[in-house]
């Protein structure tokens, strides 16, 4: 048995690794860059990977990590296994595990505190299962609607993304990712991923470097700054050379540059993927030797990649130094996520049965994290439109029995309702409710599987509510998600008469969103907007209120629905508890607070929508449509409202060092207390090369009772004003910025003064 010198743990992190890369022979240093996943091997295969030495498994649940633990760790040298999971939005591939709101959704709360208390309780329920390593948050943009993984994004700007990312990973990793309850994170996906060529996954992403530098970099820089130990290579190509065979993108500016110590991971099978997709070669040892070349050290789902690897070796056909450098970063990790230390983590227990079994008791979707779950979905919940119906807002309603203390009133009283009617498909559907990645879709489509945690649909969340207030609750599907014969319009009209304020819940559900799923239509499928011009003549005529609803992966066209409903409050995909949020809102328990990560278009043919576009010609706008969006980047409304006054700099003048801050009175002038979020944008007035219209460089959360006002200061780096210049290097340039500050990325809802640059 080989003496582990390694083991010690009073030993330099650096000297540990020195000593078990010492111990090992090329094969097994080759082994550890080897990723299995479960999902496509034998239980026999499986254990033959693991009683070799293969570097990590993912999508492994329950016992079989303990099993396949057991193998790795009673080899020759004992190196534990990596095990990987998509934690996307909770460890929700785990039918039992809390299922938190979509990271499109988690953007919507502009709190970063917030992200990390998500991030913390992901890692607890992740690890609880024995696992270590989470492929999440993702730093892709959500640029182009089309796409099917824009629900997977924090939406379209670089600077949220970037601060909502790296939240989410302090929650993962924490100060020590060794502690039993925390988890490695995982940035993804390098680079560019969301910005492939009309809106289609895994496609060519026609940008050069500079834009990649200004627009998609900044994220994945502040995530590696952030100590994040692991990030994940795009499935695409960045003007044609695929991320994964991107020597400049992984190896000089991510290692070089950036100085990330961690290991680089391949999306799936993507050393497979340049043989038989982008057929950059014919042969598994070409392919392999240029992901190890361009900087790749663990190769995911490509098993093809362990002989080649070893025939190339033999044959002297790669440099072993970057075989070394790979494994040194595996090993690396592992170490720092206490793989080798923390018994909990490599814990082999008895075959007879299931220890998540007693570990979900305990820690999955237990009372404390359905707190943070339920608090994560009132926060992500947007109220885009509340307009007034006899006099009253549409919202909040309220039963005839309420017997709360509201601490949350518009001007005048909310309405009192009797009777209500909640129509629509995905009032009461778990799966448009949870969106992808979950154990609906991952690791194997399984769409008709029953959860056995309890989920709040709309409907449900509205009846518990109703109930409370003696209010009665009428239902009906109304229509079909997708089949327009599949509709009970008539019906649903019937059931609206009879009611004192509608909710029509709209959207899409989970084949419409989600990984290979692109859409080239973003309209309203079946009968919906069918449905919402029915509703809203039974609506007028009554004289109540109808309410939207949205229940979707991502922006849709809505305008049809907007324009007939009083009141739109979008959920996104909300998770196990959205309906209790929901409801929460609705009947002014809570006050909403969301404000929009992303913009949503009139058309799809409107697209691109986000705001920090730049300038064009006669507009930048079509002859038939508008040129704004609907709903633009950062809009959202409360129940109350706030202004804005007085936006003040610290310096008038500034050097390219300097950081500067920038202030503003902002008063609560409604009935009830509420939150704001305050958002501080900029634009290079003259530049060498075209800038956008705006940037978003800094955000701060205000609470502010009724009539009340403070002074609110953000901080503003100079150098955060640079642009990429010729040779791809960052640079502020000399001259004058409109510093804007306010409520929302439109210029109506902005304060604006000019700040100098010397």
Known sequence: MEKRTWLDASLPLKKRVALLMDAMTLDEKIAQMVQISYSVVTSEEADKWASTGAGSFLHVLGNNSRRLQRLATENRL??????????????????????????????????????????????????????????????CLGRDLRWGRVNETFGEDAFLSGKMGTAVI???????????????????????????????????????MRTVRDIFLPPFAEAARAGCLTFMAGYQTIDRVPCSAHKKLLREILKDELGFTGFVVTDWSNVTSLIKRQKITDNFEDASRIAIEAGNDMIMTSPEFYEATRSLAKKGKIDLTLID??????????????????????????????????????VFNCEAHQAVNYETAVQSMVLLKNDEVKGTPALPIRGKDDKDVHSVLPQGSPRTVNTVAVIGPNSDSVRAQFGDWTFFTHPVPHLDAIPELHVTTMLEGIREVASQQGVKVLWDKGCDIFDPAKESIARACSIASKADAVFVCLGDTLIQTGEGHDRADLALSGAQDALTDALAVVCKKKKIPLIAILVNGKPLEFERVVNNADAVLETFNSGTLGGRAAADILFGKVAPQGRLPISFPRKTGQLPVYYNQVPGWHDGSYFDCEATPLFAFGEGLSYTWFSYENIQLSQKTASKTDTIQVSVTVTNTGACASTETVQLYVTDCYSSITTTVRELKGFTKVYLEAGKSKKVTIDLAVESLAIINEEEQAVVENGEFNIQIGHDSRPESLLATILTVK
Not at 98 to 115: E, G, I, K, M, Y
Not at 345 to 354: A, G, P
């Open 78 to 139: 004992g190196i534990p296994v990596i095990f990987g999971i998509d934690a996307i939005h909770g460890h929700a591939i785990h039918n039992g595990a809390t299922v938190f709101p979509s990271q499109l959704a988690l953007a919507c709360s502009w709190n970063t505190n917030l992200a990390e208390k998500m991030g913390e309780v992901t890692a607890r329920e992740v690890a609880a299962e024995g696992l270590h390593w989470t492929f999440s948050p993702v730093f």
């Open 170 to 208: 302090r929650g993962y990793q924490g100060d020590d990712p060794s502690h039993p309850e925390r988890i490695i994170a995982c940035a993804k996906h390098y680079i560019a991923y969301g910005e492939s060529t009309g809106g289609r996954d895994s496609y060519e992403t026609p940008i050069g």
């Open 325 to 362: 450098d790979s494994v040194a970063r595996i090993l690396r990790v592992k170490f720092i996520a206490g793989l080798f230390d923390v018994p909990e983590k490599i814990k082999t227990l008895s075959l007879e049965k299931d220890p998540t079994a007693e570990e979900s008791n305990r």
